[in-house]
């Protein structure tokens, strides 16, 4: 799937940039086309937008699943010339137009090591802020094809929007589901993303095609076996929090590995004690 888009369901692609694994998932309407989130730099969207056109012609709005770098800041390149809407949840909006210099050296501090070539162009990207903002849900008509874009609850951060295109059973989940590694705790609220998943799992069938914010299409016993292991870990924090327990303990016996799940520990103990 790395470098060119993939139909994944009826007009609906997906396109796997090979770095991080992220996916853009393309549907495309009558005359009319969606690209659900936009890559991390310029030159990543640049090639993004090459392997589209390979497959519709028509003019694509933009869609932010959330505002971490590797999602969004490819928006300047796919919807600046000529000037395309981008649609994101409210608070991710808010913070690509209020705090672009704080996301831009995040940025460059999580890639900075592993990925340093690419957390120099991070550190001078150009980041254009969505037009459009959603609180709860939106319907958009993406030539003749409904789509609707909803933020089902605070997950991976408190932004987070799926991307749900009902004709072809297909749900983009962003990164409130990954397969190609553990969830991402950093900005998260662990205790309240089991019931995020949970609400996801209300709207699909046994042949959903889940596309992941990284890594290969899910279906949806997949997202129910990754929802048990966020409620067992929302478990193991309330009862080492209640516990009096070293958030190091809570993470050492979680289903995921001790580093993620550190992270998530710590998250959630300081949303228990009110300042998350």
Do not use: K
């Not at 992220?22 to 030159?43: E, F, H, P, Q, W």
């Not at 694509?60 to 000037?83: E, I, K, S």
């Not at 008509?141 to 909803?150: A, E, Y």
């Amino acid at each position: 799937m790395t470098g060119r888009f993939v139909e994944v369901a009826d007009r609906v692609h997906v396109y796997r940039e090979p770095l991080l694994r992220v996916n853009v998932t393309l549907v495309v309407g009558d005359d009319a086309a969606l690209l659900v989130d936009t890559l991390s730099t310029a030159g990543q969207a640049a090639a993004l937008a090459e392997a589209a056109r390979a497959v519709t012609p028509h003019p694509w709005t933009l869609v932010n699943t959330h505002h971490h770098f590797d999602h969004c800041f490819g928006n300047a390149t796919l919807a600046a010339d000529p000037p395309r809407p981008v649609y994101a949840h409210e608070r991710a909006a808010a913070a690509l137009r209020e705090e672009p210099d704080r996301l831009r050296r995040e940025a460059y501090e999580e890639m900075r090591e592993e990925h340093p070539a690419l957390a120099g162009e991070l550190a001078d990207t150009e980041l254009l802020a969505p037009t459009h903002t959603v609180h709860f849900e939106t319907v958009l008509d993406i030539g003749g094809r409904r789509v609707v874009l909803r933020h089902p609850g605070r997950g991976h951060t408190d932004a987070d929007l799926v991307v749900h295109v009902p004709d072809a059973d297909v749900l983009v989940a962003g990164d409130l589901v990954e397969q190609s590694g553990p969830p991402a705790f950093e900005e998260s609220y662990p205790l309240q993303w089991p019931d995020t998943v949970a609400e996801l799992l209300r709207t699909l069938t046994p042949a959903t095609v889940v596309v992941p914010g990284h890594g290969e299409t899910v279906d949806a016993a997949f997202v129910r076996a990754q929802h048990a292991q966020l409620a067992e870990l929302a478990w193991l924090i309330r009862a080492g929090h209640t516990g009096g327990a070293p958030p190091e303990r809570v993470a050492a016996e979680a289903p995921f590995a001790a580093r993620p799940a550190l992270h998530a520990a710590r998250r959630g103990y300081a949303e228990l004690d009110g300042t998350p």
